[in-house]
């Protein structure tokens, strides 16, 4: 009877360990054995048919910093042929069978919050458990692959920005770089690890500095302090290349950030490379519990228009002790009052309502920038010739009526005008550009008429930029009569329509 009894402890002691009861349950049992009935009464709750079958475990910890796959052996001459996985939410494509090797991958790993699991591997034996343990690194608090450490951008979304053009698109996993020399530079990017989002070297600086796109992070909660860092480098010119901080719930541009320490001055110097990290911090506590995520952009193909990353890093339980206070550089309007007609669209009354973006990335290396004028009626950015560069932004307008607008353009015919001389028109609150648009119908210094249909926004507040991004022959733009508030539709065709170039 004692024997059959340590038998006894012994088979529920396993059957507890297979389905990962803790200790005392294991107590519990033991001393239950006292009575048949008990014995058998908590035994058939664990399982009556389950024999689990064997496989190996080679890796069962899941590391959200370094982003390791899973993996596990099996001997087909125990399990059997295998069926599928089950649990947790786990869908065919989040693993491979390859050989006798089980693997699972990180990009589901990343989606498990920390804690153990298992899932099921069901053969035509029967089932095996796979046992998968994600370490707390705060994972739901931060952002994946913020260090670009998989070599690649794994966990962050691309988009192009101009024309569905991917050979332009900026942000490629061609971008990920070693976190060694800059190219044609004889010092190093100074990022974190192995990996930065550094600069292609497949191709010349020019090509590189000529694409545009968007670049977006997984979403996380804002959490500990509230405190964030990152580094960046290049994006001589904030308006163009920059850092957002976005809420998940609306898309709101929270803040927006740029290369502040990008010296304008230095680029002259033969020793400056403009591309090597530096580390900025934020306070964002205000923002805390939020869902969040960060978004880079490129809208500049010109000088020093691209972004050299690394190092996300958006949990902190104190604030970080290094790194430059970085500022807030998006747009403000301090009054949200938006009439339907946009104030001194016809630039009667010189540059009153229009703001001159200060942002040091467009002035020249003499530090001057006296770019935008009125001169015989319309808005000009040749204040001192082709060479000046600037953006310029309207006040806030609402859309009402027919939700036509109608803005004129002239000159703005440089040799890549459609990349340099552009207007945009941005949604209040996102900064979501809903139209950028080029004088594709172009004829010297007449002024083109083109149209905008913004009716789907009915109601919604909306401003112009302007931008000038280039020095050359033509690359000068013209702006006159922006009326924003039809009444009646007016009449336009196809052809006499502003294209958009955001798609
Ligand atoms: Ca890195
Ligand atoms: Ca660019
Ligand atoms: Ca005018
Ligand atoms: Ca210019």
């Given at each position: 009877m004692k024997l059959l009894k340590s038998r006894y402890s012994l088979l529920i002691a396993l059957l507890v360990i297979m389905t990962g009861c803790n200790s005392s349950l294991i107590e519990e049992s033991s001393s239950s054995l006292v009575s048949n009935s008990d014995f058998s009464s908590s035994v058939t709750s664990i399982t009556s048919e389950e024999q689990l079958l064997s496989i190996t475990p080679i890796v069962t910890e899941f590391d959200f910093d370094l982003l390791n796959d899973l993996s596990y052996e099996y001997d087909q001459s125990q399990i059997g042929s295998i069926s599928h996985i089950e649990g947790h939410n786990i869908a065919a494509g989040d693993y491979e069978i390859i050989g006798t090797t089980i693997t699972i991958n990180r990009h589901y790993l990343v989606t498990l919050l920390p804690g153990n699991y298992g899932l099921s591997l069901y053969t035509t034996l029967g089932r095996a458990l796979l046992p998968i343990n994600v370490i707390d690194r705060h994972n739901n608090h931060r952002i994946?692959?913020?260090g670009f450490e998989t070599g690649d951008l794994f966990g962050w979304t691309v988009r192009t920005i101009f024309k569905g053009e991917t050979t332009v698109q900026a942000f490629r996993d061609s971008s990920v770089a070693s976190n060694e020399t800059i190219p044609s530079a004889p010092f190093p990017y100074d990022g974190e690890g192995d990996y930065v989002l550094g600069r292609s070297t497949a191709v010349s600086k020019a090509a590189f500095e000529e694409r545009l796109g968007q670049m977006r992070s997984s979403t996380f909660t804002l959490g500990g302090s509230g405190y964030i860092s990152f580094l960046l480098g290049a994006g001589k010119t904030s308006d163009?290349?920059?850092?957002s901080i976005r809420r998940a719930s609306d898309d709101v541009e929270l803040k927006r950030f740029g290369n502040q320490s990008f010296d304008v001055s230095q680029v002259l110097e033969p020793e400056y490379f403009g591309e090597n990290?530096?580390?900025y911090q934020a306070d964002l506590s205000e923002y805390l519990g939020s869902a969040l995520y960060i978004e880079l952009n490129d809208y500049g193909s010109r000088d020093?228009?691209?972004?050299t990353a690394d190092a996300f890093e958006t949990y902190y339980e104190a604030a970080p002790e290094d790194g430059i206070l970085a500022v807030d550089v998006k747009p403000i309007?301090?009054?949200?009052?938006?009439?339907?007609?946009?104030?001194?669209?016809?630039?009667s009354a010189n540059l009153s309502s229009w703001t001159v973006s200060n942002l040091p990335g467009w002035r020249k290396p003499d530090g001057s920038s006296d770019t935008f004028t009125v001169t015989s009626g319309s808005l000009r950015s040749n204040a001192t010739g082709d060479s000046a560069r600037g953006l310029?932004?309207?006040?806030?307008f609402r859309v009402d009526g027919s939700g036509i607008l109608s803005i004129e353009i002239g000159a703005a015919q440089g040799s890549r005008y459609d990349k340099d001389t552009f207007v945009s028109i941005k949604h209040f609150g996102t900064n979501r550009e809903v139209i950028r648009f080029a004088n594709n119908r172009s004829s010297g210094t007449t002024m083109i008429q083109y149209f905008i249909d913004l009716s789907d926004y009915q109601g919604q507040k909306f401003y112009v930029e302007i931008v000038d991004n280039a020095t050359g022959s033509w690359d000068t733009i013209f702006i006159d009569n922006i009326v924003t508030y039809y009444a009646n539709r007016p009449s336009f065709t196809y052809a006499t329509m502003a294209i958009n170039l955001n798609y």
């Open positions: 994946i692959n913020r163009l290349s920059y850092v990290l530096v580390k020093w228009d691209f972004l309007y301090l009054v949200d009052y938006a009439p339907n007609q946009v104030a001194n669209g016809d630039f310029i932004r309207s006040s806030l």
